[in-house]
């Protein structure tokens, strides 16, 4: 997930909200933490929070001496399969932190947002091929700045985290995802699974 950012003050328009000061801090002294990789590629949703956390995670990896090979953004890891802002936004208001059940649980018309098991699916094919992009010498690590919602639908669908029980996505946190071979290993925090999945 992104670094922190500003309130949302309309939810009607949810990509407004730029990360603040403390959170570009935060994300530049992360990038400064990242070790034991050559090479970093930086990922991120098109929205404008989410370019200002690469950037940062960037400026702080050059000073850490990784390499960074790009920072580009990806339509993916945006919020796309939202396609009614003004309707999503009024269930938010009216379900407030239970919008997100009522939408794992497909009782949002897809009308208004598509179903969680698609946007899983989009997001892993998708996460799946860059991991089976060929690397430059040395180990690479990919980083794919996105959004709360993205990040829960992945971990409730693929571990089986309700965000009731795991808590809501704090800033900066994520999934991690390794392949070797057909077997893809899935990590948040001290929960991992590991299933077959084509190369």
């Not at 971990?155 to 704090?170: N, S, Y």
Request: aromatic letters at 6%.
């Amino acid at each position: 997930r992104h670094a922190a950012r500003f309130p949302i003050v309309d939810p009607t328009d949810p990509t407004a909200a730029e990360i603040t000061p403390e959170g570009a801090a935060t994300a530049e002294a992360l990038g400064r933490r990242l070790s034991g990789y050559d090479r970093l590629r930086l990922f991120h949703s098109p929205v404008k929070r989410c370019r200002q956390t690469a950037e940062c995670l960037a400026q702080g990896a050059r000073q850490a001496g990784l390499v960074v090979e790009q920072v580009t953004p990806e339509a993916t890891l945006g919020v796309d399969y939202i396609l009614d802002l003004k309707e999503a936004g009024r269930l938010t208001v009216l379900y407030g932190d239970h919008f997100v059940r009522r939408w794992m649980e497909g009782l949002i018309p897809e009308s208004v947002i598509r179903p969680t098991r698609a946007i899983m699916e989009e997001k892993l094919d998708y996460l799946l091929r860059k991991l089976a992009e060929p690397a430059a010498a040395g180990r690479r690590l990919d980083l794919h700045i996105s959004h709360d919602w993205n990040v829960m639908v992945l971990r409730e669908l693929l571990l089986g985290l309700r965000h009731e029980a795991a808590g809501w996505l704090t800033f900066l946190d994520g999934l991690v995802f390794t392949q070797c071979g057909s077997q893809l290993e899935v990590v948040y925090h001290d929960h991992r699974r590991t299933q077959r999945h084509p190369v």
